[in-house]
């Protein structure tokens, strides 16, 4: 595709052609490579060799770096990132296939085992990772009778099943293959979801348990984002394989329906670096193996919005911002799920990942790349300053006639060396799980650390306390709460930081960056050691809880310079009544900040300008000049410029999407 050309995707378009790949066999003196042989048209996209080290040739697979997609659904990509993704994915598969291979098919359990199989397939140990595969589930006799003994009911199973009928489809014993094949017709003969259970009904809602004996049904209804995408891409691939045109209509109106509410207001299970790589490893199920051009398209929006959106948080090996569903253990590098399949393909960190995520086998075999100013992004690759404002939906789906109104609202600063962000919301939120603040700077041996004050220690659940209300302007945070038992703050550091707490404000030097901190209210800190199970992870780690003290507000206010920046006299923290308190900065600009009492979004002024929250409900906008990161609430539209380029995609609420790439003009 040209620069700057547009790809429109309509239904009318009908299936788009496959351009199959061949692999040719070279041999070097140290070495045996494969050169993937393809169309002059996408001849920019692959990167031609991948090479492994002799004694590992079994690992070279055909099916290492997917097949790449017809050039009207291709983020193409110059040739040395290329070839840097088939390493870093070769060797993912190697490194997953190196235990010896083990496991259980009960319940949900395949979510281990399949992926883990896969990779021993790819890495040449075939005939064990093919036994585990097509092993008879645990529940064929009971829970999944009806389709043959194969397990189609848990969504984290279907994720597996996908890929190993499509992708591995020819290694399978053609018995096993025409039994899933059996399995999909019936299974989509009617649309699954919230179809009665043949055996179980509609369960037993009186016992504990997501199984079909609980919640019945023939697939699993959970709802969260990641779920509901394994759903709806498993049911809609086996319907289109089964030519059951009416359980694929169903699951197609779920999608174009949940691709469309992304591109209006959002995500709804936003930036987990827990949760967002199943996302991830869901899509590409879609977006490899749908024959319908329109379903293709819709699983690249997806895709490119979901990449971009993960681009903005990620810092050389590590999540830089607030996320929802933090489950702790992201604050150090490679620590969250989703930061294993971000580095593959952004390939930033300064580290090899050191245990790569079972799902790496979805992306290592995958066709897909994100868009060339969305690595850009990943990379920072763009001025700064910059300070961004994104709001995040409530956890509902759009209606193109419904009302809705943000839920979070986020501000991002991403400055030379370093990024922070913090989040407000109206009321306290537990049940999601959403961190509030987070402070990443770069280091030259780890890729980047963190800086971060949290609710609780970084290994466990965070959340938004009742009270908690942070206000930012861009490299300066004061966050405020009611002191007493129970609200203690926690902070993570470098454990080689410097940290001087003998005068206010403290300061504690991290890397290229200087932090000021003027503490309120703030008792003595004490040194929280983390649990076995995160010990290794957190070996390099300093965390502190520090108690609040008094009855009535406390917190801190800090500000983010450069490394031995001096702190003049004009900075201050000071109270202005009791529940007003403003910082000056060292370059005299001030944020006043008024704790609420009616709601957990604080009054503020940015140098005497209210700020007005209200008025924040762009999923990604600029304070003030530009961003590389843009989408207007209810538009549709999603713009990336980094790198010298410039991508738009688009999905209309019909569920039209088209995209286009170009040169910064």
Not at 15 to 24: K, M, N, R, T
Not at 384 to 403: A, D, F, H, I
């Amino acid at each position: 595709m040209a620069e700057g050309q547009t790809k429109v995707f309509r239904l009318s378009d009908g299936a788009a052609a496959d351009h199959p790949v061949a692999f040719v066999k070279l041999r070097t003196e140290s070495s045996i490579c494969w050169r993937a042989v393809v169309p002059v048209w996408v001849a920019g996209w692959i990167a031609g060799i991948v090479c492994l080290a002799a004694e590992n040739p079994a690992a070279v697979d055909p099916r290492i770096g997917g097949t790449p997609p017809p050039a009207t659904l291709a983020n193409p990509w110059p040739d040395e990132w290329e070839s840097a993704f088939r390493e870093r994915a070769a060797r993912a598969v190697r490194m997953l296939a190196s235990p010896r291979l083990s496991g259980t098919t009960y319940g949900e359990s395949e979510k281990d085992l399949y992926p883990r199989a896969m990779a021993h397939v790819l890495a040449g140990d075939r005939a064990r990772g093919l036994r585990y595969l097509q092993e008879t589930d645990n529940q064929a006799r009971t829970d999944h009778a009806h389709t043959g003994g194969i397990d189609l009911y848990w969504c984290f199973t279907l994720k597996g099943q996908v890929r190993k009928y499509f992708l591995f489809g020819p290694d399978l014993d053609p018995e096993y293959r025409d039994r899933m094949r059996s399995a999909f017709a019936s299974w989509t003969s009617a649309d699954p979801l919230g179809r009665a259970h043949p055996r179980y009904g509609e369960g037993n809602r009186t016992r504990e348990g997501w199984g079909p004996d609980v919640k019945g049904g023939w697939v699993d209804a959970r709802d969260t984002d990641n779920l509901r995408a394994m759903r709806e891409v498993a049911i809609y691939l086996a319907a289109e394989e089964s030519v059951n045109e009416a359980a694929r209509q169903a699951a197609l109106s779920r999608i174009r329906e949940y691709v469309v509410s992304m591109y209006q207001v959002g995500m709804r299970e936003w930036d987990s670096s827990n949760y967002h790589g199943h996302a991830l490893s869901s899509w590409h199920n879609l977006y490899d193996f749908a024959k319908d051009a329109e379903v293709r398209g819709l699983a690249k929006a997806c895709l490119d919005s979901l990449y971009a959106m993960a681009a903005w948080k990620y810092r050389r090996g590590t999540f830089g911002g607030p996320q929802l569903r933090d489950y702790g253990s992201s604050t150090v590098p490679f620590g969250g799920n989703a930061i294993h399949a971000l580095e593959l393909y952004f390939g930033v960190a300064l580290q090899s990942d050191p245990a790569p995520d079972r799902d790496d086998v979805h992306h290592a075999t995958s066709g897909y790349r994100p868009p060339r100013a969305v690595v850009h992004l990943a990379r920072k690759e763009f001025p700064v300053p910059v300070e961004t404002t994104s709001s995040k939906p409530p956890y509902q789906l759009w209606r193109p006639n419904g009302p809705m109104e943000p839920m979070y609202r986020e501000t991002q600063f991403v400055g030379a060396g370093f990024q922070m962000g913090t989040l407000v919301s109206e009321g306290p939120e537990q049940a999601w799980n959403p961190s509030v603040f987070s402070l990443v700077i770069d280091d030259p041996g780890r890729g980047a650390v963190h800086a971060s004050w949290m609710v609780a220690p970084p290994w466990e659940h965070q959340f938004k306390r009742v009270g908690d209300q942070v206000a930012q302007f861009r490299n300066r945070v004061v966050w405020l709460r009611p002191a007493g038992p129970g609200s203690s703050f926690f902070l993570q550091l470098p454990a080689d930081a410097k940290w001087s707490i003998a005068t206010i404000p403290w300061r504690i030097d991290v890397r290229s960056v200087s932090l000021f901190v003027w503490p309120l209210q703030l008792g003595a800190a004490r040194t929280v050691a983390p649990p076995g199970r995160t010990t290794g992870a957190f070996a390099k780690e300093a965390v502190f809880e520090i108690s609040t003290l008094g009855e009535e507000l406390a917190g801190f206010a800090m500000e983010v310079l450069p490394a031995g920046s001096p702190l003049p006299s004009k900075a201050a923290f000071a109270k202005r009544s009791k529940f007003q308190h403003e910082l000056t900065a060292t370059d005299g600009a001030r944020l006043s900040v008024t704790w609420n009492a009616e709601s957990d979004l604080p009054v503020v002024q940015r140098d005497g300008v209210a700020w007005d929250w209200a008025a924040l409900r762009a999923p990604y906008a600029p304070t003030t000049g530009s961003s590389p990161i843009r989408q207007d609430w209810l538009s549709g539209r999603l713009t990336v410029e980094a790198g010298g380029w410039r991508f738009v995609s688009e999905v209309d609420p019909s569920g039209r999407a088209r995209f286009s790439e170009g040169r910064e003009k």
